[in-house]
């Protein structure tokens, strides 16, 4: 009697690149986690808790896209609830990186913690306006959107800005240079995914399914970009700190 063995494959079509993209997301997102943890052990010590955290926000990402490949696969449908899920963990890190970066400079937990509130609020009335249908998802993109728009505020305006220019720091200049392109326009591809929603503004431009696709390229862009950045300047202030020793 033959025997089978129930294998879990499933294969990537080629010509998918919402599929084809959630597997390169997965390797990418696992490859610069296992870069930034190692990367750690390069740094000084008071860099090293940035570079974990730059690694915690591309592992945790890298086993979300692990799941949410399997499951947009065998469904067909976007994986909506894994992505929020992945995304409110990743997020408040990410604000935790700008807190790390400005705190040598005298940052203020409260800052964070705007920061963190502002993305849960980005974050729930996304969610929302992904799971309540055609008749109402502008009016939560556009809530969402408020919020999203206060965290760019605060980057380029607020009490992260103002410790920035305070700063006689060239590395945290730079840094904050390249964190504020990735927020407005690395940032910015979400929300231009969202409205490929049905009922929105871009509904019937592009087909539903790929949504995942602006979805996935925004997030390896920030993501490993934002830890690239941290590496860079983490980097520089070693050697600078080597050199004056
Ligand atoms: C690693 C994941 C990141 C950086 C995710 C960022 C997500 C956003 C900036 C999402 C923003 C949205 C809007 C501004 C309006 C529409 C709904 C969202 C949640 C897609």
Not at 215 to 233: C, E, M, P, R, W
Request: glycine share 8%; aromatic share 16%; with cysteine.
């Amino acid at each position: 009697m033959e025997q089978f063995i129930l294998l879990n494959v499933l294969e990537i079509p080629t010509d998918d690149w919402v599929a084809i993209t959630f597997f390169i997301g997965y390797m990418a997102m696992f490859a610069s986690a296992v870069f930034f943890f190692v990367e750690r052990g390069n740094v000084s010590q008071k860099w090293k808790t940035s570079l974990l955290v730059s690694g915690l926000i591309t592992g945790i990402a890298a086993v979300h896209y692990y799941y949410m490949k399997d499951y947009y696969l065998a469904t067909g449908e976007n994986p909506t609830a894994l992505r929020y899920i992945d995304w409110t963990l990743t997020v408040p890190l990410m604000c935790v990186e700008f807190y790390l970066l400005t705190k040598p400079f005298g940052a203020k937990g409260s800052t964070l913690f705007k920061l963190i509130l502002a993305s849960i609020g980005m974050l729930i009335t996304g969610f929302i306006g992904e799971t309540t249908g055609v008749d109402s998802n502008i009016f939560w993109g556009v809530l969402s959107t408020i919020f999203y728009l206060y965290i760019v505020y605060e980057v380029f305006a607020g009490d992260v800005a103002k410790l920035t220019q305070n700063s006689n720091s060239e590395g945290l200049k730079q840094a904050m240079f390249l964190m504020k392109i990735f927020i407005t326009a690395g940032w910015a591809i979400y929300p231009i995914g969202y409205m490929i929603l049905p009922g929105n503004l871009l509904s019937g431009v592009f087909e539903t399914s790929q949504i995942d696709l602006f979805y996935n390229i925004a997030d390896a862009v920030n993501k490993i970009g934002f830890g690239l950045v941290v590496y860079y300047v983490a980097t520089k202030e070693t050697a600078k700190e080597k050199a004056a020793a």
